[in-house]
C-alpha cells in the first residue's frame, strides 16, 4: 500500500488535511472509496481500513475534518457549522471522482457527514456504507439535555458539556489506550454549539432519508453507547434504495473496525464493495 499526504481548501479559511492510500502496483485499482471520520478523531486511525480495502482493490481517500486532527484553520473539537462539513466532504469527493465507481465510508459523525451528502445527490456514487452513524442522540442522553443543547447552542455557542467516553470505542483495551494517548484526538468537552449542530443534523438525515436511491450497506454495534442502532434501523427503512443492508454485531462497540470482530467486519465491507463496482 502506497501513502501520499496533501491538503484542500476547505470553506472559511480553513486548510483541509488529506491521505490517500493506493494499492501496490501489482493491484489493479477497480473502485475508489472517499473515508470520513467520526467526531475527535482523524483519518489517520484508518490505516488498517484502508490495508483491507486496497488489498481487494479500491484507492481509498480520507481527510481530516475542519477542527480535527491535522486540518488546520479552526480549533480542535469545534463545528462552526455542520453544513461546512458536508460541503468540505463534497468538495473532497470532487478532488476524488474519476472513471472508477466511487463509494463513501463513513464512521460515526462521518456516517451523519455521508448521509447529508448523499441526501444533497447520490448520483455520483456507486453505493455508501453507513459505520455505527451519529442519526439519533445515544439512549444514554436523556431527551432534555438535547433540548437544552439545542437552545444554549444559539445563545453560548462556547459553552463546554460533554465529553465522550474513550473507554466506549471498543472494548479492545489497547485501541482505548491508543485514542486516548492519540496526540491528533480531541478527549475534552464538546462545545454547545457543536451539540446543536449535531443534533440539527441528525433530526435532517433522519427526516430526509427517502432522498437516498443508491446501494447502501449500514452497519452497527448492538453494544454501542455513542451512538444508537436505532437509527442506523430507522435510516435503513427510511431510505427509498432498492438495494439497502442493514448489519448489527451482537455486543459490539462503537468503532467496528477497532473491535475483536474486525476482521468479519472489514471483510463484510470489501465484499459489499466488490459485489457493487
Known sequence: METAESTLAGARGVRLHTVTWSPDESTDIASDVVLVHGFGEHSGRYAHVAEALTAAGSRVSALDLRGHGRTTGLRRGDIDGFDLIVDDVSAFVDTVRGDRPLFVYGHSMGGL????????????????????????????IPAPLVAVVNVVGKLAPGLRTIALDGNAVSRDQQVRDDYDRDPYNFRGKLTARTGREMNVAMAAALGEAARISCPILVVHGTADALTTPGGSERLVAGVSSADKTLRLWDGAYHELHHEPERDEVLATITDWIAAHR
Request: aromatic share 4%; glycine share 4%.
Open 113 to 140: 457527514a455521508a448521509v447529508r451528502l448523499a441526501e444533497r445527490d447520490d448520483s455520483r456514487f456507486a453505493g455508501l456504507i453507513i459505520a455505527s452513524a451519529a442519526l439519533a442522540p445515544a439512549e444514554s
